[in-house]
């Protein structure tokens, strides 16, 4: 059975009102409408949209899965034993119930374990029990009707792309292919990081924040807020607002690149009256700013196209590059609308997956990940410095906190909004952090689809 989940999507009220035809002055309604966020998950979850759905080094072996997550819908991840990656819709056929709990596993075949209807990987009905009836005293009891036909009553099946080692997926089968949704700007910036080398995956970091999931593609879409809410970023110069930086989007501004050259730590002469900047602070183990740059930082060049197995929608166009002669990023955080943020904080590279879980509330994954060619000093370095990030991190743990804060503030006065001027209030690329640029776009294309 392969009906999207989207079909027979209904009428939704309009009931934000915007303050002008821009997007600088967003609406709290946005963020706490319980309707419009129904309304989210039909337009950019389950239709048009490619979702992350993890690595393919999570699943090496045939039969390996991920149970994970489309917007509010489970779904699984699964290495077929033809080598290929399969991804479907975590709800039998049969009653509906969520059949796979675990996060991750091995097997042979999916068996639901309320009436044990059997699955191959890929997702068909191979088995169901007492289907031809029970024979009692002479006669055939029960069965299913004579024209059930299980190649009519296979799990939903997703469309799948795979690129670089990640895997995307959609339910919506006549989706553009991935290449064209992620546009040649940001597919350059991708493929800099996913650039063919093997993946290893280094570890996983999951928490619940308490606000509405489109804060956290804000939060990185925000490039100056880390060299004010951030004392390691802004004391250590990793990330702060006198670095050499760009900013860049795809043509709808729905995805975007914040790319970053680290600057000095201690002093300069914007962050000295910044409160977060502490001058006296020290590390007991300097190793967390053993920063060794590799060579990927760079990019690959000239342009590379991609191959005809990793393009299955006709996605054959040249991406891209970062800019020949332009500074060597140490920092590039890619936000993917609307499920994953792709980030590279100098040696430390990982996914971080968003799970909307009712208007107010998201799962947030993380993925550390390596190369397969690393050095174990390499390896380390990466594990040291992911501990800056996630639910304890030395930097993430700020932005849980004012996600939470902001959500708190507006479910209080919903009649309020937000205000995205830094920088003007117009879109699109810049070569500073000082703006709202990116924040904006995105609200450009959020009315563009949810007013459509």
């Not at 940001?186 to 290893?200: P, Q």
Request: glycine share 10%; charged share 25%; aromatic share 10%.
């Amino acid at each position: 059975m392969n009906t999207s989940p989207a079909d027979g999507e209904g009428t939704f009220p309009q009931r934000i009102r915007w303050e002008s035809e821009g997007t600088s002055r967003i609406p709290f309604m946005v963020y706490t409408d319980a309707e419009q966020h129904k309304k989210e998950l039909e337009r950019f979850f389950y239709t048009k949209h490619w979702n992350y759905v993890g690595l393919e080094a999570e699943v090496p072996n045939a039969g390996d899965y991920k149970r994970t997550v489309v917007g509010e819908r489970s779904v699984i991840m699964v290495r077929d034993t033809d080598g290929g990656i399969s991804v479907v819709e975590n709800v039998c056929a049969h009653r509906g119930m969520q059949f796979c709990r675990e996060r991750h596993g091995n097997k042979k075949e999916f068996v639901c374990p309320y009436h044990q209807w059997s699955y191959t990987l890929k997702g068909d009905l191979q088995g169901v029990p007492f289907r031809r009836g029970v024979k009692q005293d002479g006669k055939v009891n029960g069965g299913m009707p004579a024209d059930f036909k299980t190649i009519d009553h296979g799990l939903n099946k997703l469309k799948v792309a795979t690129r670089g080692g990640v895997v995307f997926a959609s339910f919506d089968h006549g989706i553009e292919s991935l290449e064209e949704f992620l546009g040649p700007t940001i597919l350059g910036y991708f493929d800099r990081l996913f650039n063919g080398r093997k993946l290893t995956i280094l570890g996983y970091n999951r928490q619940r924040i308490p606000g509405n999931w489109k804060l956290m593609q804000e939060n990185i879409k925000d490039p100056y807020h880390p060299g004010l809410l951030h004392t390691w970023f802004v004391t250590f110069g990793l990330w702060r607002a006198d670095n050499k930086s760009e900013l860049k989007m795809d043509a709808r501004h729905r995805h975007a690149a914040m790319i970053s050259t680290r600057g000095q730590s201690g002093k300069a002469e914007q962050v000295t009256q910044v409160s977060s900047f502490k001058e006296s602070m020290q590390l007991h183990d300097p190793r967390f700013l053993d920063i060794v740059p590799e060579p990927w930082w760079e990019g690959p060049t000239p342009p590379v196209r991609p191959k005809a197995s990793d393009a299955p929608s006709g996605g054959s166009e040249a991406r891209e590059a970062p800019s020949v002669g332009a500074p060597v990023p140490t920092a590039v955080m890619m936000t993917l609308f609307p499920s994953v943020i792709l980030q590279q904080q100098v040696n430390s590279v990982s996914t971080r997956h968003i799970h909307p879980d009712g208007h107010g509330a998201f799962d947030f994954v993380w993925t550390h990940f390596g190369f397969e060619d690393d050095s174990a000093e390499m390896t380390q370095r990466r594990l040291r410095q992911a501990n800056l990030f996630g639910p304890a991190g030395f930097v993430s743990a700020d932005d849980g906190e004012v996600i939470e804060f902001s959500q708190q503030a507006f479910e209080s006065k919903p009649f309020h909004r937000t205000l995205a001027e830094l920088g003007g209030r117009e879109v699109g690329d810049t070569d500073h952090m000082v703006t709202e640029t990116l924040i904006r776009g995105m609200y450009q294309y959020w009315r563009e689809v949810m007013e459509a």
